[in-house]
């Protein structure tokens, strides 16, 4: 299939006060200690960057959209097929054969049509990914695939973008927060080389809401650090494993590896 680069609007401009609109649209979350006006400005002239837009990325990328975030990035090459819309909510089956960016980009814009959506019809790799995120606040890797993702790790590193990940297969989902380049915090080359990580639901199968959990946890940290920054009450480099069905949830902070040729 061929690659397409589409964009539908010029970057906004920043936002220096909330309207009376904007006051009423997000009213219950500006009652929150965790985003209030300031941080709600915050969301407004955020960039969020996200990468797959399956199952975790289409609804993940719908509550950064509802929420506020100004600039959202769109990025997948793939088409809508009939086996995701078991998953993948965002779509239905007017949407079958359709590039995934730009159906999702079009809903999206229903829920607020004053935000800068804008969709890249390509599959990330190692030569897209500088350009993809070079104005990014964060990066949301929605992918499930273990060789992309590291390549956005490798891209988020070297340009020093927090990154959020999220994966889920068979009943558990798992996910991860790196502030990258951090003295304290390993990579995502570092989890790959300490554990085997098989996140594939192809092969493993997969329960639509155990991706909703793991896509409500992702946006929740995204949109908590777009929103309070780095003093946002969240974990970095804690490795997440929950399981959906017996109810519980692991974790272990994630050092650097000394062997790791990413961040060391």
């Given amino acids: 299939m061929p690659s397409h680069s589409v964009s539908d609007s010029a970057n906004s401009p920043v936002n220096s006060q909330l309207e009376h609109q904007d006051i009423r649209r997000y009213s219950r979350q500006l009652l929150l200690d965790c985003i209030d006006h300031d941080g709600q400005l915050n969301l407004a002239n955020a960039h969020a960057v996200v990468v797959g837009l399956g199952g975790l990325g289409s609804l993940t990328a719908r509550y950064l959209a509802g929420a ?97 990940i999220a994966a889920a297969s068979g009943l558990t989902w798992q996910a991860l927060n790196l502030p990258q380049n951090s003295a304290t915090c390993g990579c995502y080359e570092c989890l790959v080389n300490s554990i085997a990580v098989r996140e594939d639901c192809l092969s493993k199968g997969i329960l639509g809401p155990v991706v909703g959990m793991a896509a409500c946890h992702q946006a929740t940290q995204a949109l908590l650090f777009m929103a309070k920054g780095f003093d946002a009450d969240i974990k970095w480099g804690h490795y997440v494993n929950a399981h959906a069905g017996l109810a519980t949830l692991q974790s272990f902070k994630l050092p650097p590896s000394s062997s790791c040729e990413v961040c060391q």
């Fill in 68 to 164: 506020g975030v100004g600039n959202i990035t769109l990025v997948d090459g793939d088409t809508v097929d009939i086996s995701n819309l078991q998953r993948q909510i965002s779509y239905n089956e007017m949407h079958l054969g359709e590039l995934k960016a730009k159906s999702l980009h079009n809903e999206l814009r229903k829920v607020n049509s004053h935000l800068n959506i804008r969709f890249r019809c390509l599959f990330a790799d190692s030569d897209n990914l500088p350009t993809l995120i070079s104005s990014a606040t964060c990066v949301l890797d929605c992918t499930d695939n273990i060789f992309v993702r590291r390549q956005v790790n490798v891209a988020t590193f070297r340009a020093s973008i927090p990154l959020f």
